[in-house]
């Protein structure tokens, strides 16, 4: 590695300005993930655990990093064995040499399949097990919904994961509603445990059984039409007891 050129580039990377630190939430949706895809906002997801590798890219930034780089706001967890959750690894070519798989280049905590007295062995923990940098889960389902504020009429579609709450779904509606926590949220009527999940509050996915692809790509019935509503009725403090 050209260190003056190493350097030059860790530099320019670290006077880029870092997002600002944004909400954290227990599960995350692909799209979510894909967001974060660059050197200075960097998230990916092994296992359905989603890895903020931000600041390690921007503490450590060597060539090694750019693998990471690449890979930003991608799921990676084809670089790993399912059953270890170690790296895979395989057989170089042409040699008999049992080396790690690193389809887009070494990356760090990987050693070299040749010695070289300028790899750092100097970490405890491998990135991909430091829980420091786990943030939270990646969904096994993404949910829509439409949420209707009663006092204005409006509606908004929201995506979320089928794993959270109905408090943690009001946390996502708040960049629509900054008053989110002043209305009572129901489905048809029903008020909503707030502590519990769509699923738990009898609010199917309903897509699941009427949304069809053919082999031509037609669809039999559209999805939207299948996204369930929540109505969000104003509490008036005044008539509450």
């Known amino acids: 590695i050209n260190k003056n050129k190493m350097s030059e580039k860790t530099n320019q990377i670290s006077k880029k300005d870092l997002p600002a630190p944004s909400h954290k939430h227990r599960y995350y949706t692909p799209d979510e993930v894909k967001e974060h895809n660059t050197a200075n906002d960097c998230y990916v997801s092994i296992f359905y655990e989603v890895y903020d590798l931000t600041n390690y890219i921007q503490e450590n930034y060597s060539s090694l990093m750019d693998p990471l780089i690449k890979a930003a706001g991608t799921d990676i967890s084809h670089w790993f064995d399912p059953k270890t959750k170690d790296p895979k690894t395989c057989v170089l070519p042409g040699t008999s040499l049992l080396s790690y798989y690193c389809p887009n280049g070494l990356y760090p905590n990987i050693p070299p399949?040749?010695?070289?007295?300028?790899?750092?062995?100097?970490?405890?923990?491998?990135?991909?097990?430091?829980?420091?940098?786990?943030?939270?889960?990646?969904?096994?389902?993404?949910?829509?919904?439409?949420?209707?504020?009663?006092?204005?009429?409006?509606?908004?579609?929201?995506?979320?994961c089928q794993e959270e709450t109905i408090n943690e779904i009001l946390e996502r509606y708040k960049k629509y509603n900054d008053h989110a926590e002043s209305y009572t949220w129901k489905r048809l009527q029903k008020k909503l445990d707030m502590d519990l999940t769509l699923d738990e509050?009898?609010?199917?996915?309903?897509?699941?059984?009427?949304?069809?692809?053919?082999d031509d790509d037609t669809r039999n019935i559209e999805a939207e039409e299948y996204i369930p509503v929540i109505h969000l009725y104003f509490n008036d403090d005044l008539t509450e007891s």
């Open 113 to 160: 399949a040749y010695p070289d007295s300028e790899w750092n062995y100097n970490f405890d923990i491998p990135w991909w097990k430091n829980n420091n940098y786990k943030i939270g889960k990646l969904t096994k389902k993404v949910r829509k919904i439409n949420i209707m504020n009663t006092l204005t009429d409006h509606v908004d579609l929201i995506e979320c």
């Open 201 to 214: 509050n009898d609010i199917p996915d309903e897509r699941d059984d009427h949304f069809t692809i053919y």
